[in-house]
């Protein structure tokens, strides 16, 4: 690096340029001449705390205020998150008539009423419900002044349009890196076209009005030093980012010294660079692959069984590695059940093991990933999709641990994207193939190879 690229590295200080972009998102909200304001958050940028901010300065401008989140966990999340601000702030939590609708920790809650009617919760400062909630309401029934579209990559432009009625001004927030909207049915035949119901309402939305605002969060503050280059490399390069911390700020210990087997080296090495990668024999496998299940579970077994206790920003006292700090991410939801069954037999409880799509938002210590194509004869667009290995790459503070058969940089070669190019459609960059390459050839530098 150069004394100039030196020195500027050295005058970064990421609180202050986060708190820089931040002010200017809040000022174009409560005071800009447009509609709408977009907002690109990188994974662990404080996208929940940019929309309880923005949220409680424009109750304290006195308008009127819907919150649009795409889960009920968001929603209750935003909720407790606004309550433990602001206890004396009235918030109406507007839920279905299902049973288990709402977090029932809500209940009880001062100045948070629940209801199923949006008619009955119009007269408050902030309102919060899901997309597919907020669908039902009319616009006949309520309206709001302003309104926040939290996940916004994660919602469907059809969604958007649903609940576009209600509102007169918007602040969109979300993280393009994240899983496409899903959809049930194919959307083929409107790809293309600038009205795909399909399409984000985010992209949606800035082809109809190129001109919007457009802010990008610069720090992700989950992200160690360590991950933040690789993830903002492979899955933002048009939109970079960098890490809140430095290199020395976190620090993952064990008390239990390595038995010298492929779960503890591995361990060891992702403690000590971040990243780990266990790498079994090559071999076509079922999708729920015994040997990389047990693998998986076996890893998990030795993180809690080595007494990890982690240092960081937030502690100088090491924190103990828990269960609960710990997660596996997988592909697909039978993988996740084998995985579950596995810890089961090992007598691990309270590790959270999921798919990307859940763990989409979730932050944890340490991840344990199964690669989506480990094992496998094909590289599918489903398994390739970019957002898919973002998720499972960004969930950790301190160290992910990739367990992965060998040969799947081979396998990226043998199988290029086969899907159709269809006119007017942007292309999605990077694409999975070579977002894979990428993370497969950092990988490569922490690899761990072990035969069951």
Not at 105 to 125: F, H, I, M, R, T
Not at 183 to 200: F, K, R
Not at 318 to 339: E, I, N
Not at 368 to 395: I, K, M, N, Y
């Amino acid at each position: 690096m150069t004394s100039v690229g030196a020195a500027r590295a050295a005058a970064f200080d990421p609180g202050a340029e986060a708190a820089r972009v931040t002010e200017a998102i809040l000022r174009d909200t409560k005071v800009g001449a447009h509609r709408g304001v977009v907002v690109d958050s990188p994974p662990g940028a404080g996208k929940s705390t940019l929309v309880v901010r923005a949220a409680l300065e424009l109750a304290d401008a006195g308008r009127p205020l819907m919150v649009v989140a795409q889960t009920n966990a968001q929603v209750d999340d935003l909720v407790l998150r606004l309550h433990e601000k602001r206890p004396d702030l009235p918030v109406g939590r507007l839920h279905s008539s299902d049973a288990d609708a709402y977090d029932k920790a809500l209940e009880g809650l001062d100045n948070v009423l629940l209801s199923d009617k949006a008619a009955a919760l119009a007269g408050l400062p902030v309102v919060i419900s899901t997309a597919a909630k907020w669908g039902h309401v009319k616009p006949s029934d309520a309206h709001w002044e302003q309104a926040i579209v939290d996940e916004a990559y994660q919602m469907r432009s059809d969604a958007l349009l649903t609940v576009a009625g209600l509102f007169d001004r918007a602040l969109f927030v979300g993280d393009p890196g994240q899983l496409d909207p899903f959809s049930v049915v194919g959307a083929e035949q409107w790809a293309g076209l600038s009205y795909d119901p399909s399409a984000s309402a985010v992209s949606t939305l800035l082809a109809h009005n190129p001109g919007l605002p457009q802010h990008r969060l610069p720090v992700s503050w989950r992200l160690p030093a360590s991950a933040a280059p690789l993830v903002s490399a492979a899955f933002y390069p048009y939109t970079p980012f960098r890490a809140g911390t430095g290199h020395d700020d976190r620090r993952l210990s064990f008390a239990v010294p390595s038995d010298g087997s492929g779960p503890d080296r591995v361990i060891d090495e992702a403690a000590h660079s971040g990243w780990g990668l266990l790498e079994l024999p090559h071999r076509l496998t079922p999708r729920t692959d015994p040997e990389a299940v047990r693998a998986v579970a076996t890893v998990v077994r030795r993180l809690l069984d080595r007494g990890g206790a982690a240092v960081s920003e937030r502690s100088d006292v090491p924190v103990p590695l828990t269960a609960d700090r710990v997660a596996v991410g997988t592909a697909h939801r039978d993988q996740a059940a084998a995985v579950r069954a596995a810890l089961a037999e090992l007598g691990v409880r309270d590790v959270v093991v999921d798919t990307a799509n859940r763990l989409q938002g979730r932050e944890y210590d340490v991840t344990v990933v199964l690669h989506p194509l480990s094992g496998r004869p094909d590289a599918t667009a489903f398994h390739l999709e970019t957002g898919r290995l973002c998720v499972l790459a960004s969930r950790h503070r301190h160290a992910c641990i990739v367990v992965c058969r060998a040969g799947v940089a081979d396998l990226l070669d043998d199988h290029p994207s086969t899907e159709p190019v269809q006119l007017g459609v942007t292309v999605k960059f990077p694409d999975g193939w070579e977002a894979n390459h990428a993370v497969l050839s950092h990988l490569a530098e922490h690899r761990v190879p072990w035969r069951p």
